[in-house]
């Protein structure tokens, strides 16, 4: 069973901070220093100011939230609510928009009613967890989606598209947003309800989640985290890929090596990610030399170690790690995690120029996992490799937060 509350939202007051869309900003791990620097510099109320603190400015980051309150910059509505999110994003014909329910998640261990999919490391949990501790609230939302089998919830997130608009503005990076607050008495209990019924599943945020649990002290909301959640069959609940850059040295002998595992067609870089459907096993590969589509053969399957769950046994992340990565480039689990041997991008430009310019000695164009490879992985009780999954886009930072206290 899950519990999902209503919470008294901390919200920015456009009254005092101007265009509440410029001062919403990206999650901590997707903006470099310069990115970071240039949102600080937009405005004195930018959620980066407290978002991407770290270290010696955690402290500073709570005196600034509590500064912002005092002036009034952010307010704290009377009632428990819940809040409607539309985001817009995409251009012309591709143009999407994604709706979520922000609520309070009531922390549980994994598996709790709460599942899911991939490992976390240890470094940006400790850092999460002195940020939410410090500065006493959450205030990078975590990403969910529940299965909402019966399309109740569905039907109430049309009603509270139907409610008045709180704010509404276009964020940093160009995406719309707009907010509702949901505080009807009868509203809020079917709600509540249909996600007591349901199961939520982890899309963004597993490393926040963990620093939430760790978190936990003596102030009532602590036990609870911000969540904004939408239902599975939504269109714009997009599952991205999630690409390789390898920095290692690669052996002139690759190409016949993967021969052994792997059928292999030449290509134009462009064109690799097209030939990659979402779920698929097949890899791209691109060196100095050319681009070349890796499609696993039977012999491919037979050299995967035999403890790899039969969940995510056949998703590109596990072939690319345990038939390429490991044996043929010594690129073992914890290379990985020393952060040097391999990078990770969305961006296939990246990709290309890393390659291009020789920063990079190979790069692997992976597809989309599905959801459905989400759901079924997180309900084995097991986790995909490290960066399989990337929802896009992911939710800004400032629509709402929740208070610890």
Known sequence: MVNVQPLRGLRYNPDVVGDWGAVLGPPYDIVDADQTDRLKASSRYQ??????????????????????????????????????????????????????????VELTGWGDGVMAHERTMPGPKATRTALRSVVGADVSPLMAFVPDPDGALAELFDLAAELPLLSQGTDPMGDAHTLRRIDGANTVMRIGDAFANDTIYMADGHHRYESALDAIDDRPGSRYVLMGIACADDPALVVGATHRIVHGEVPASLLAQLGRNFRIAESNPTDLAASLPDGSSSLGLVTAHGAWLLEPTEAAGRSMPDDVPDAWRNLAPAVLQHVVLEPLLGIDAGALAGGQAVTYTHNLDELFRAVNDGSATAGFVLPAPTLQDVIDTADAGSFMPQKSTYFVPKLPTGLVMHALD
């Open 47 to 104: 959620v980066a100011h407290i978002e991407t603190a770290a270290g010696d400015e955690i402290a500073e980051a709570a005196r600034t939230l509590r500064a912002w309150r005092d002036a009034g910059a952010i307010v704290q509505d009377d009632a428990p609510s819940y809040y409607l999110h539309e985001h817009r994003f995409g251009d012309g014909l591709d143009s999407r928009v994604r709706r979520v329910i922000f609520g309070a």
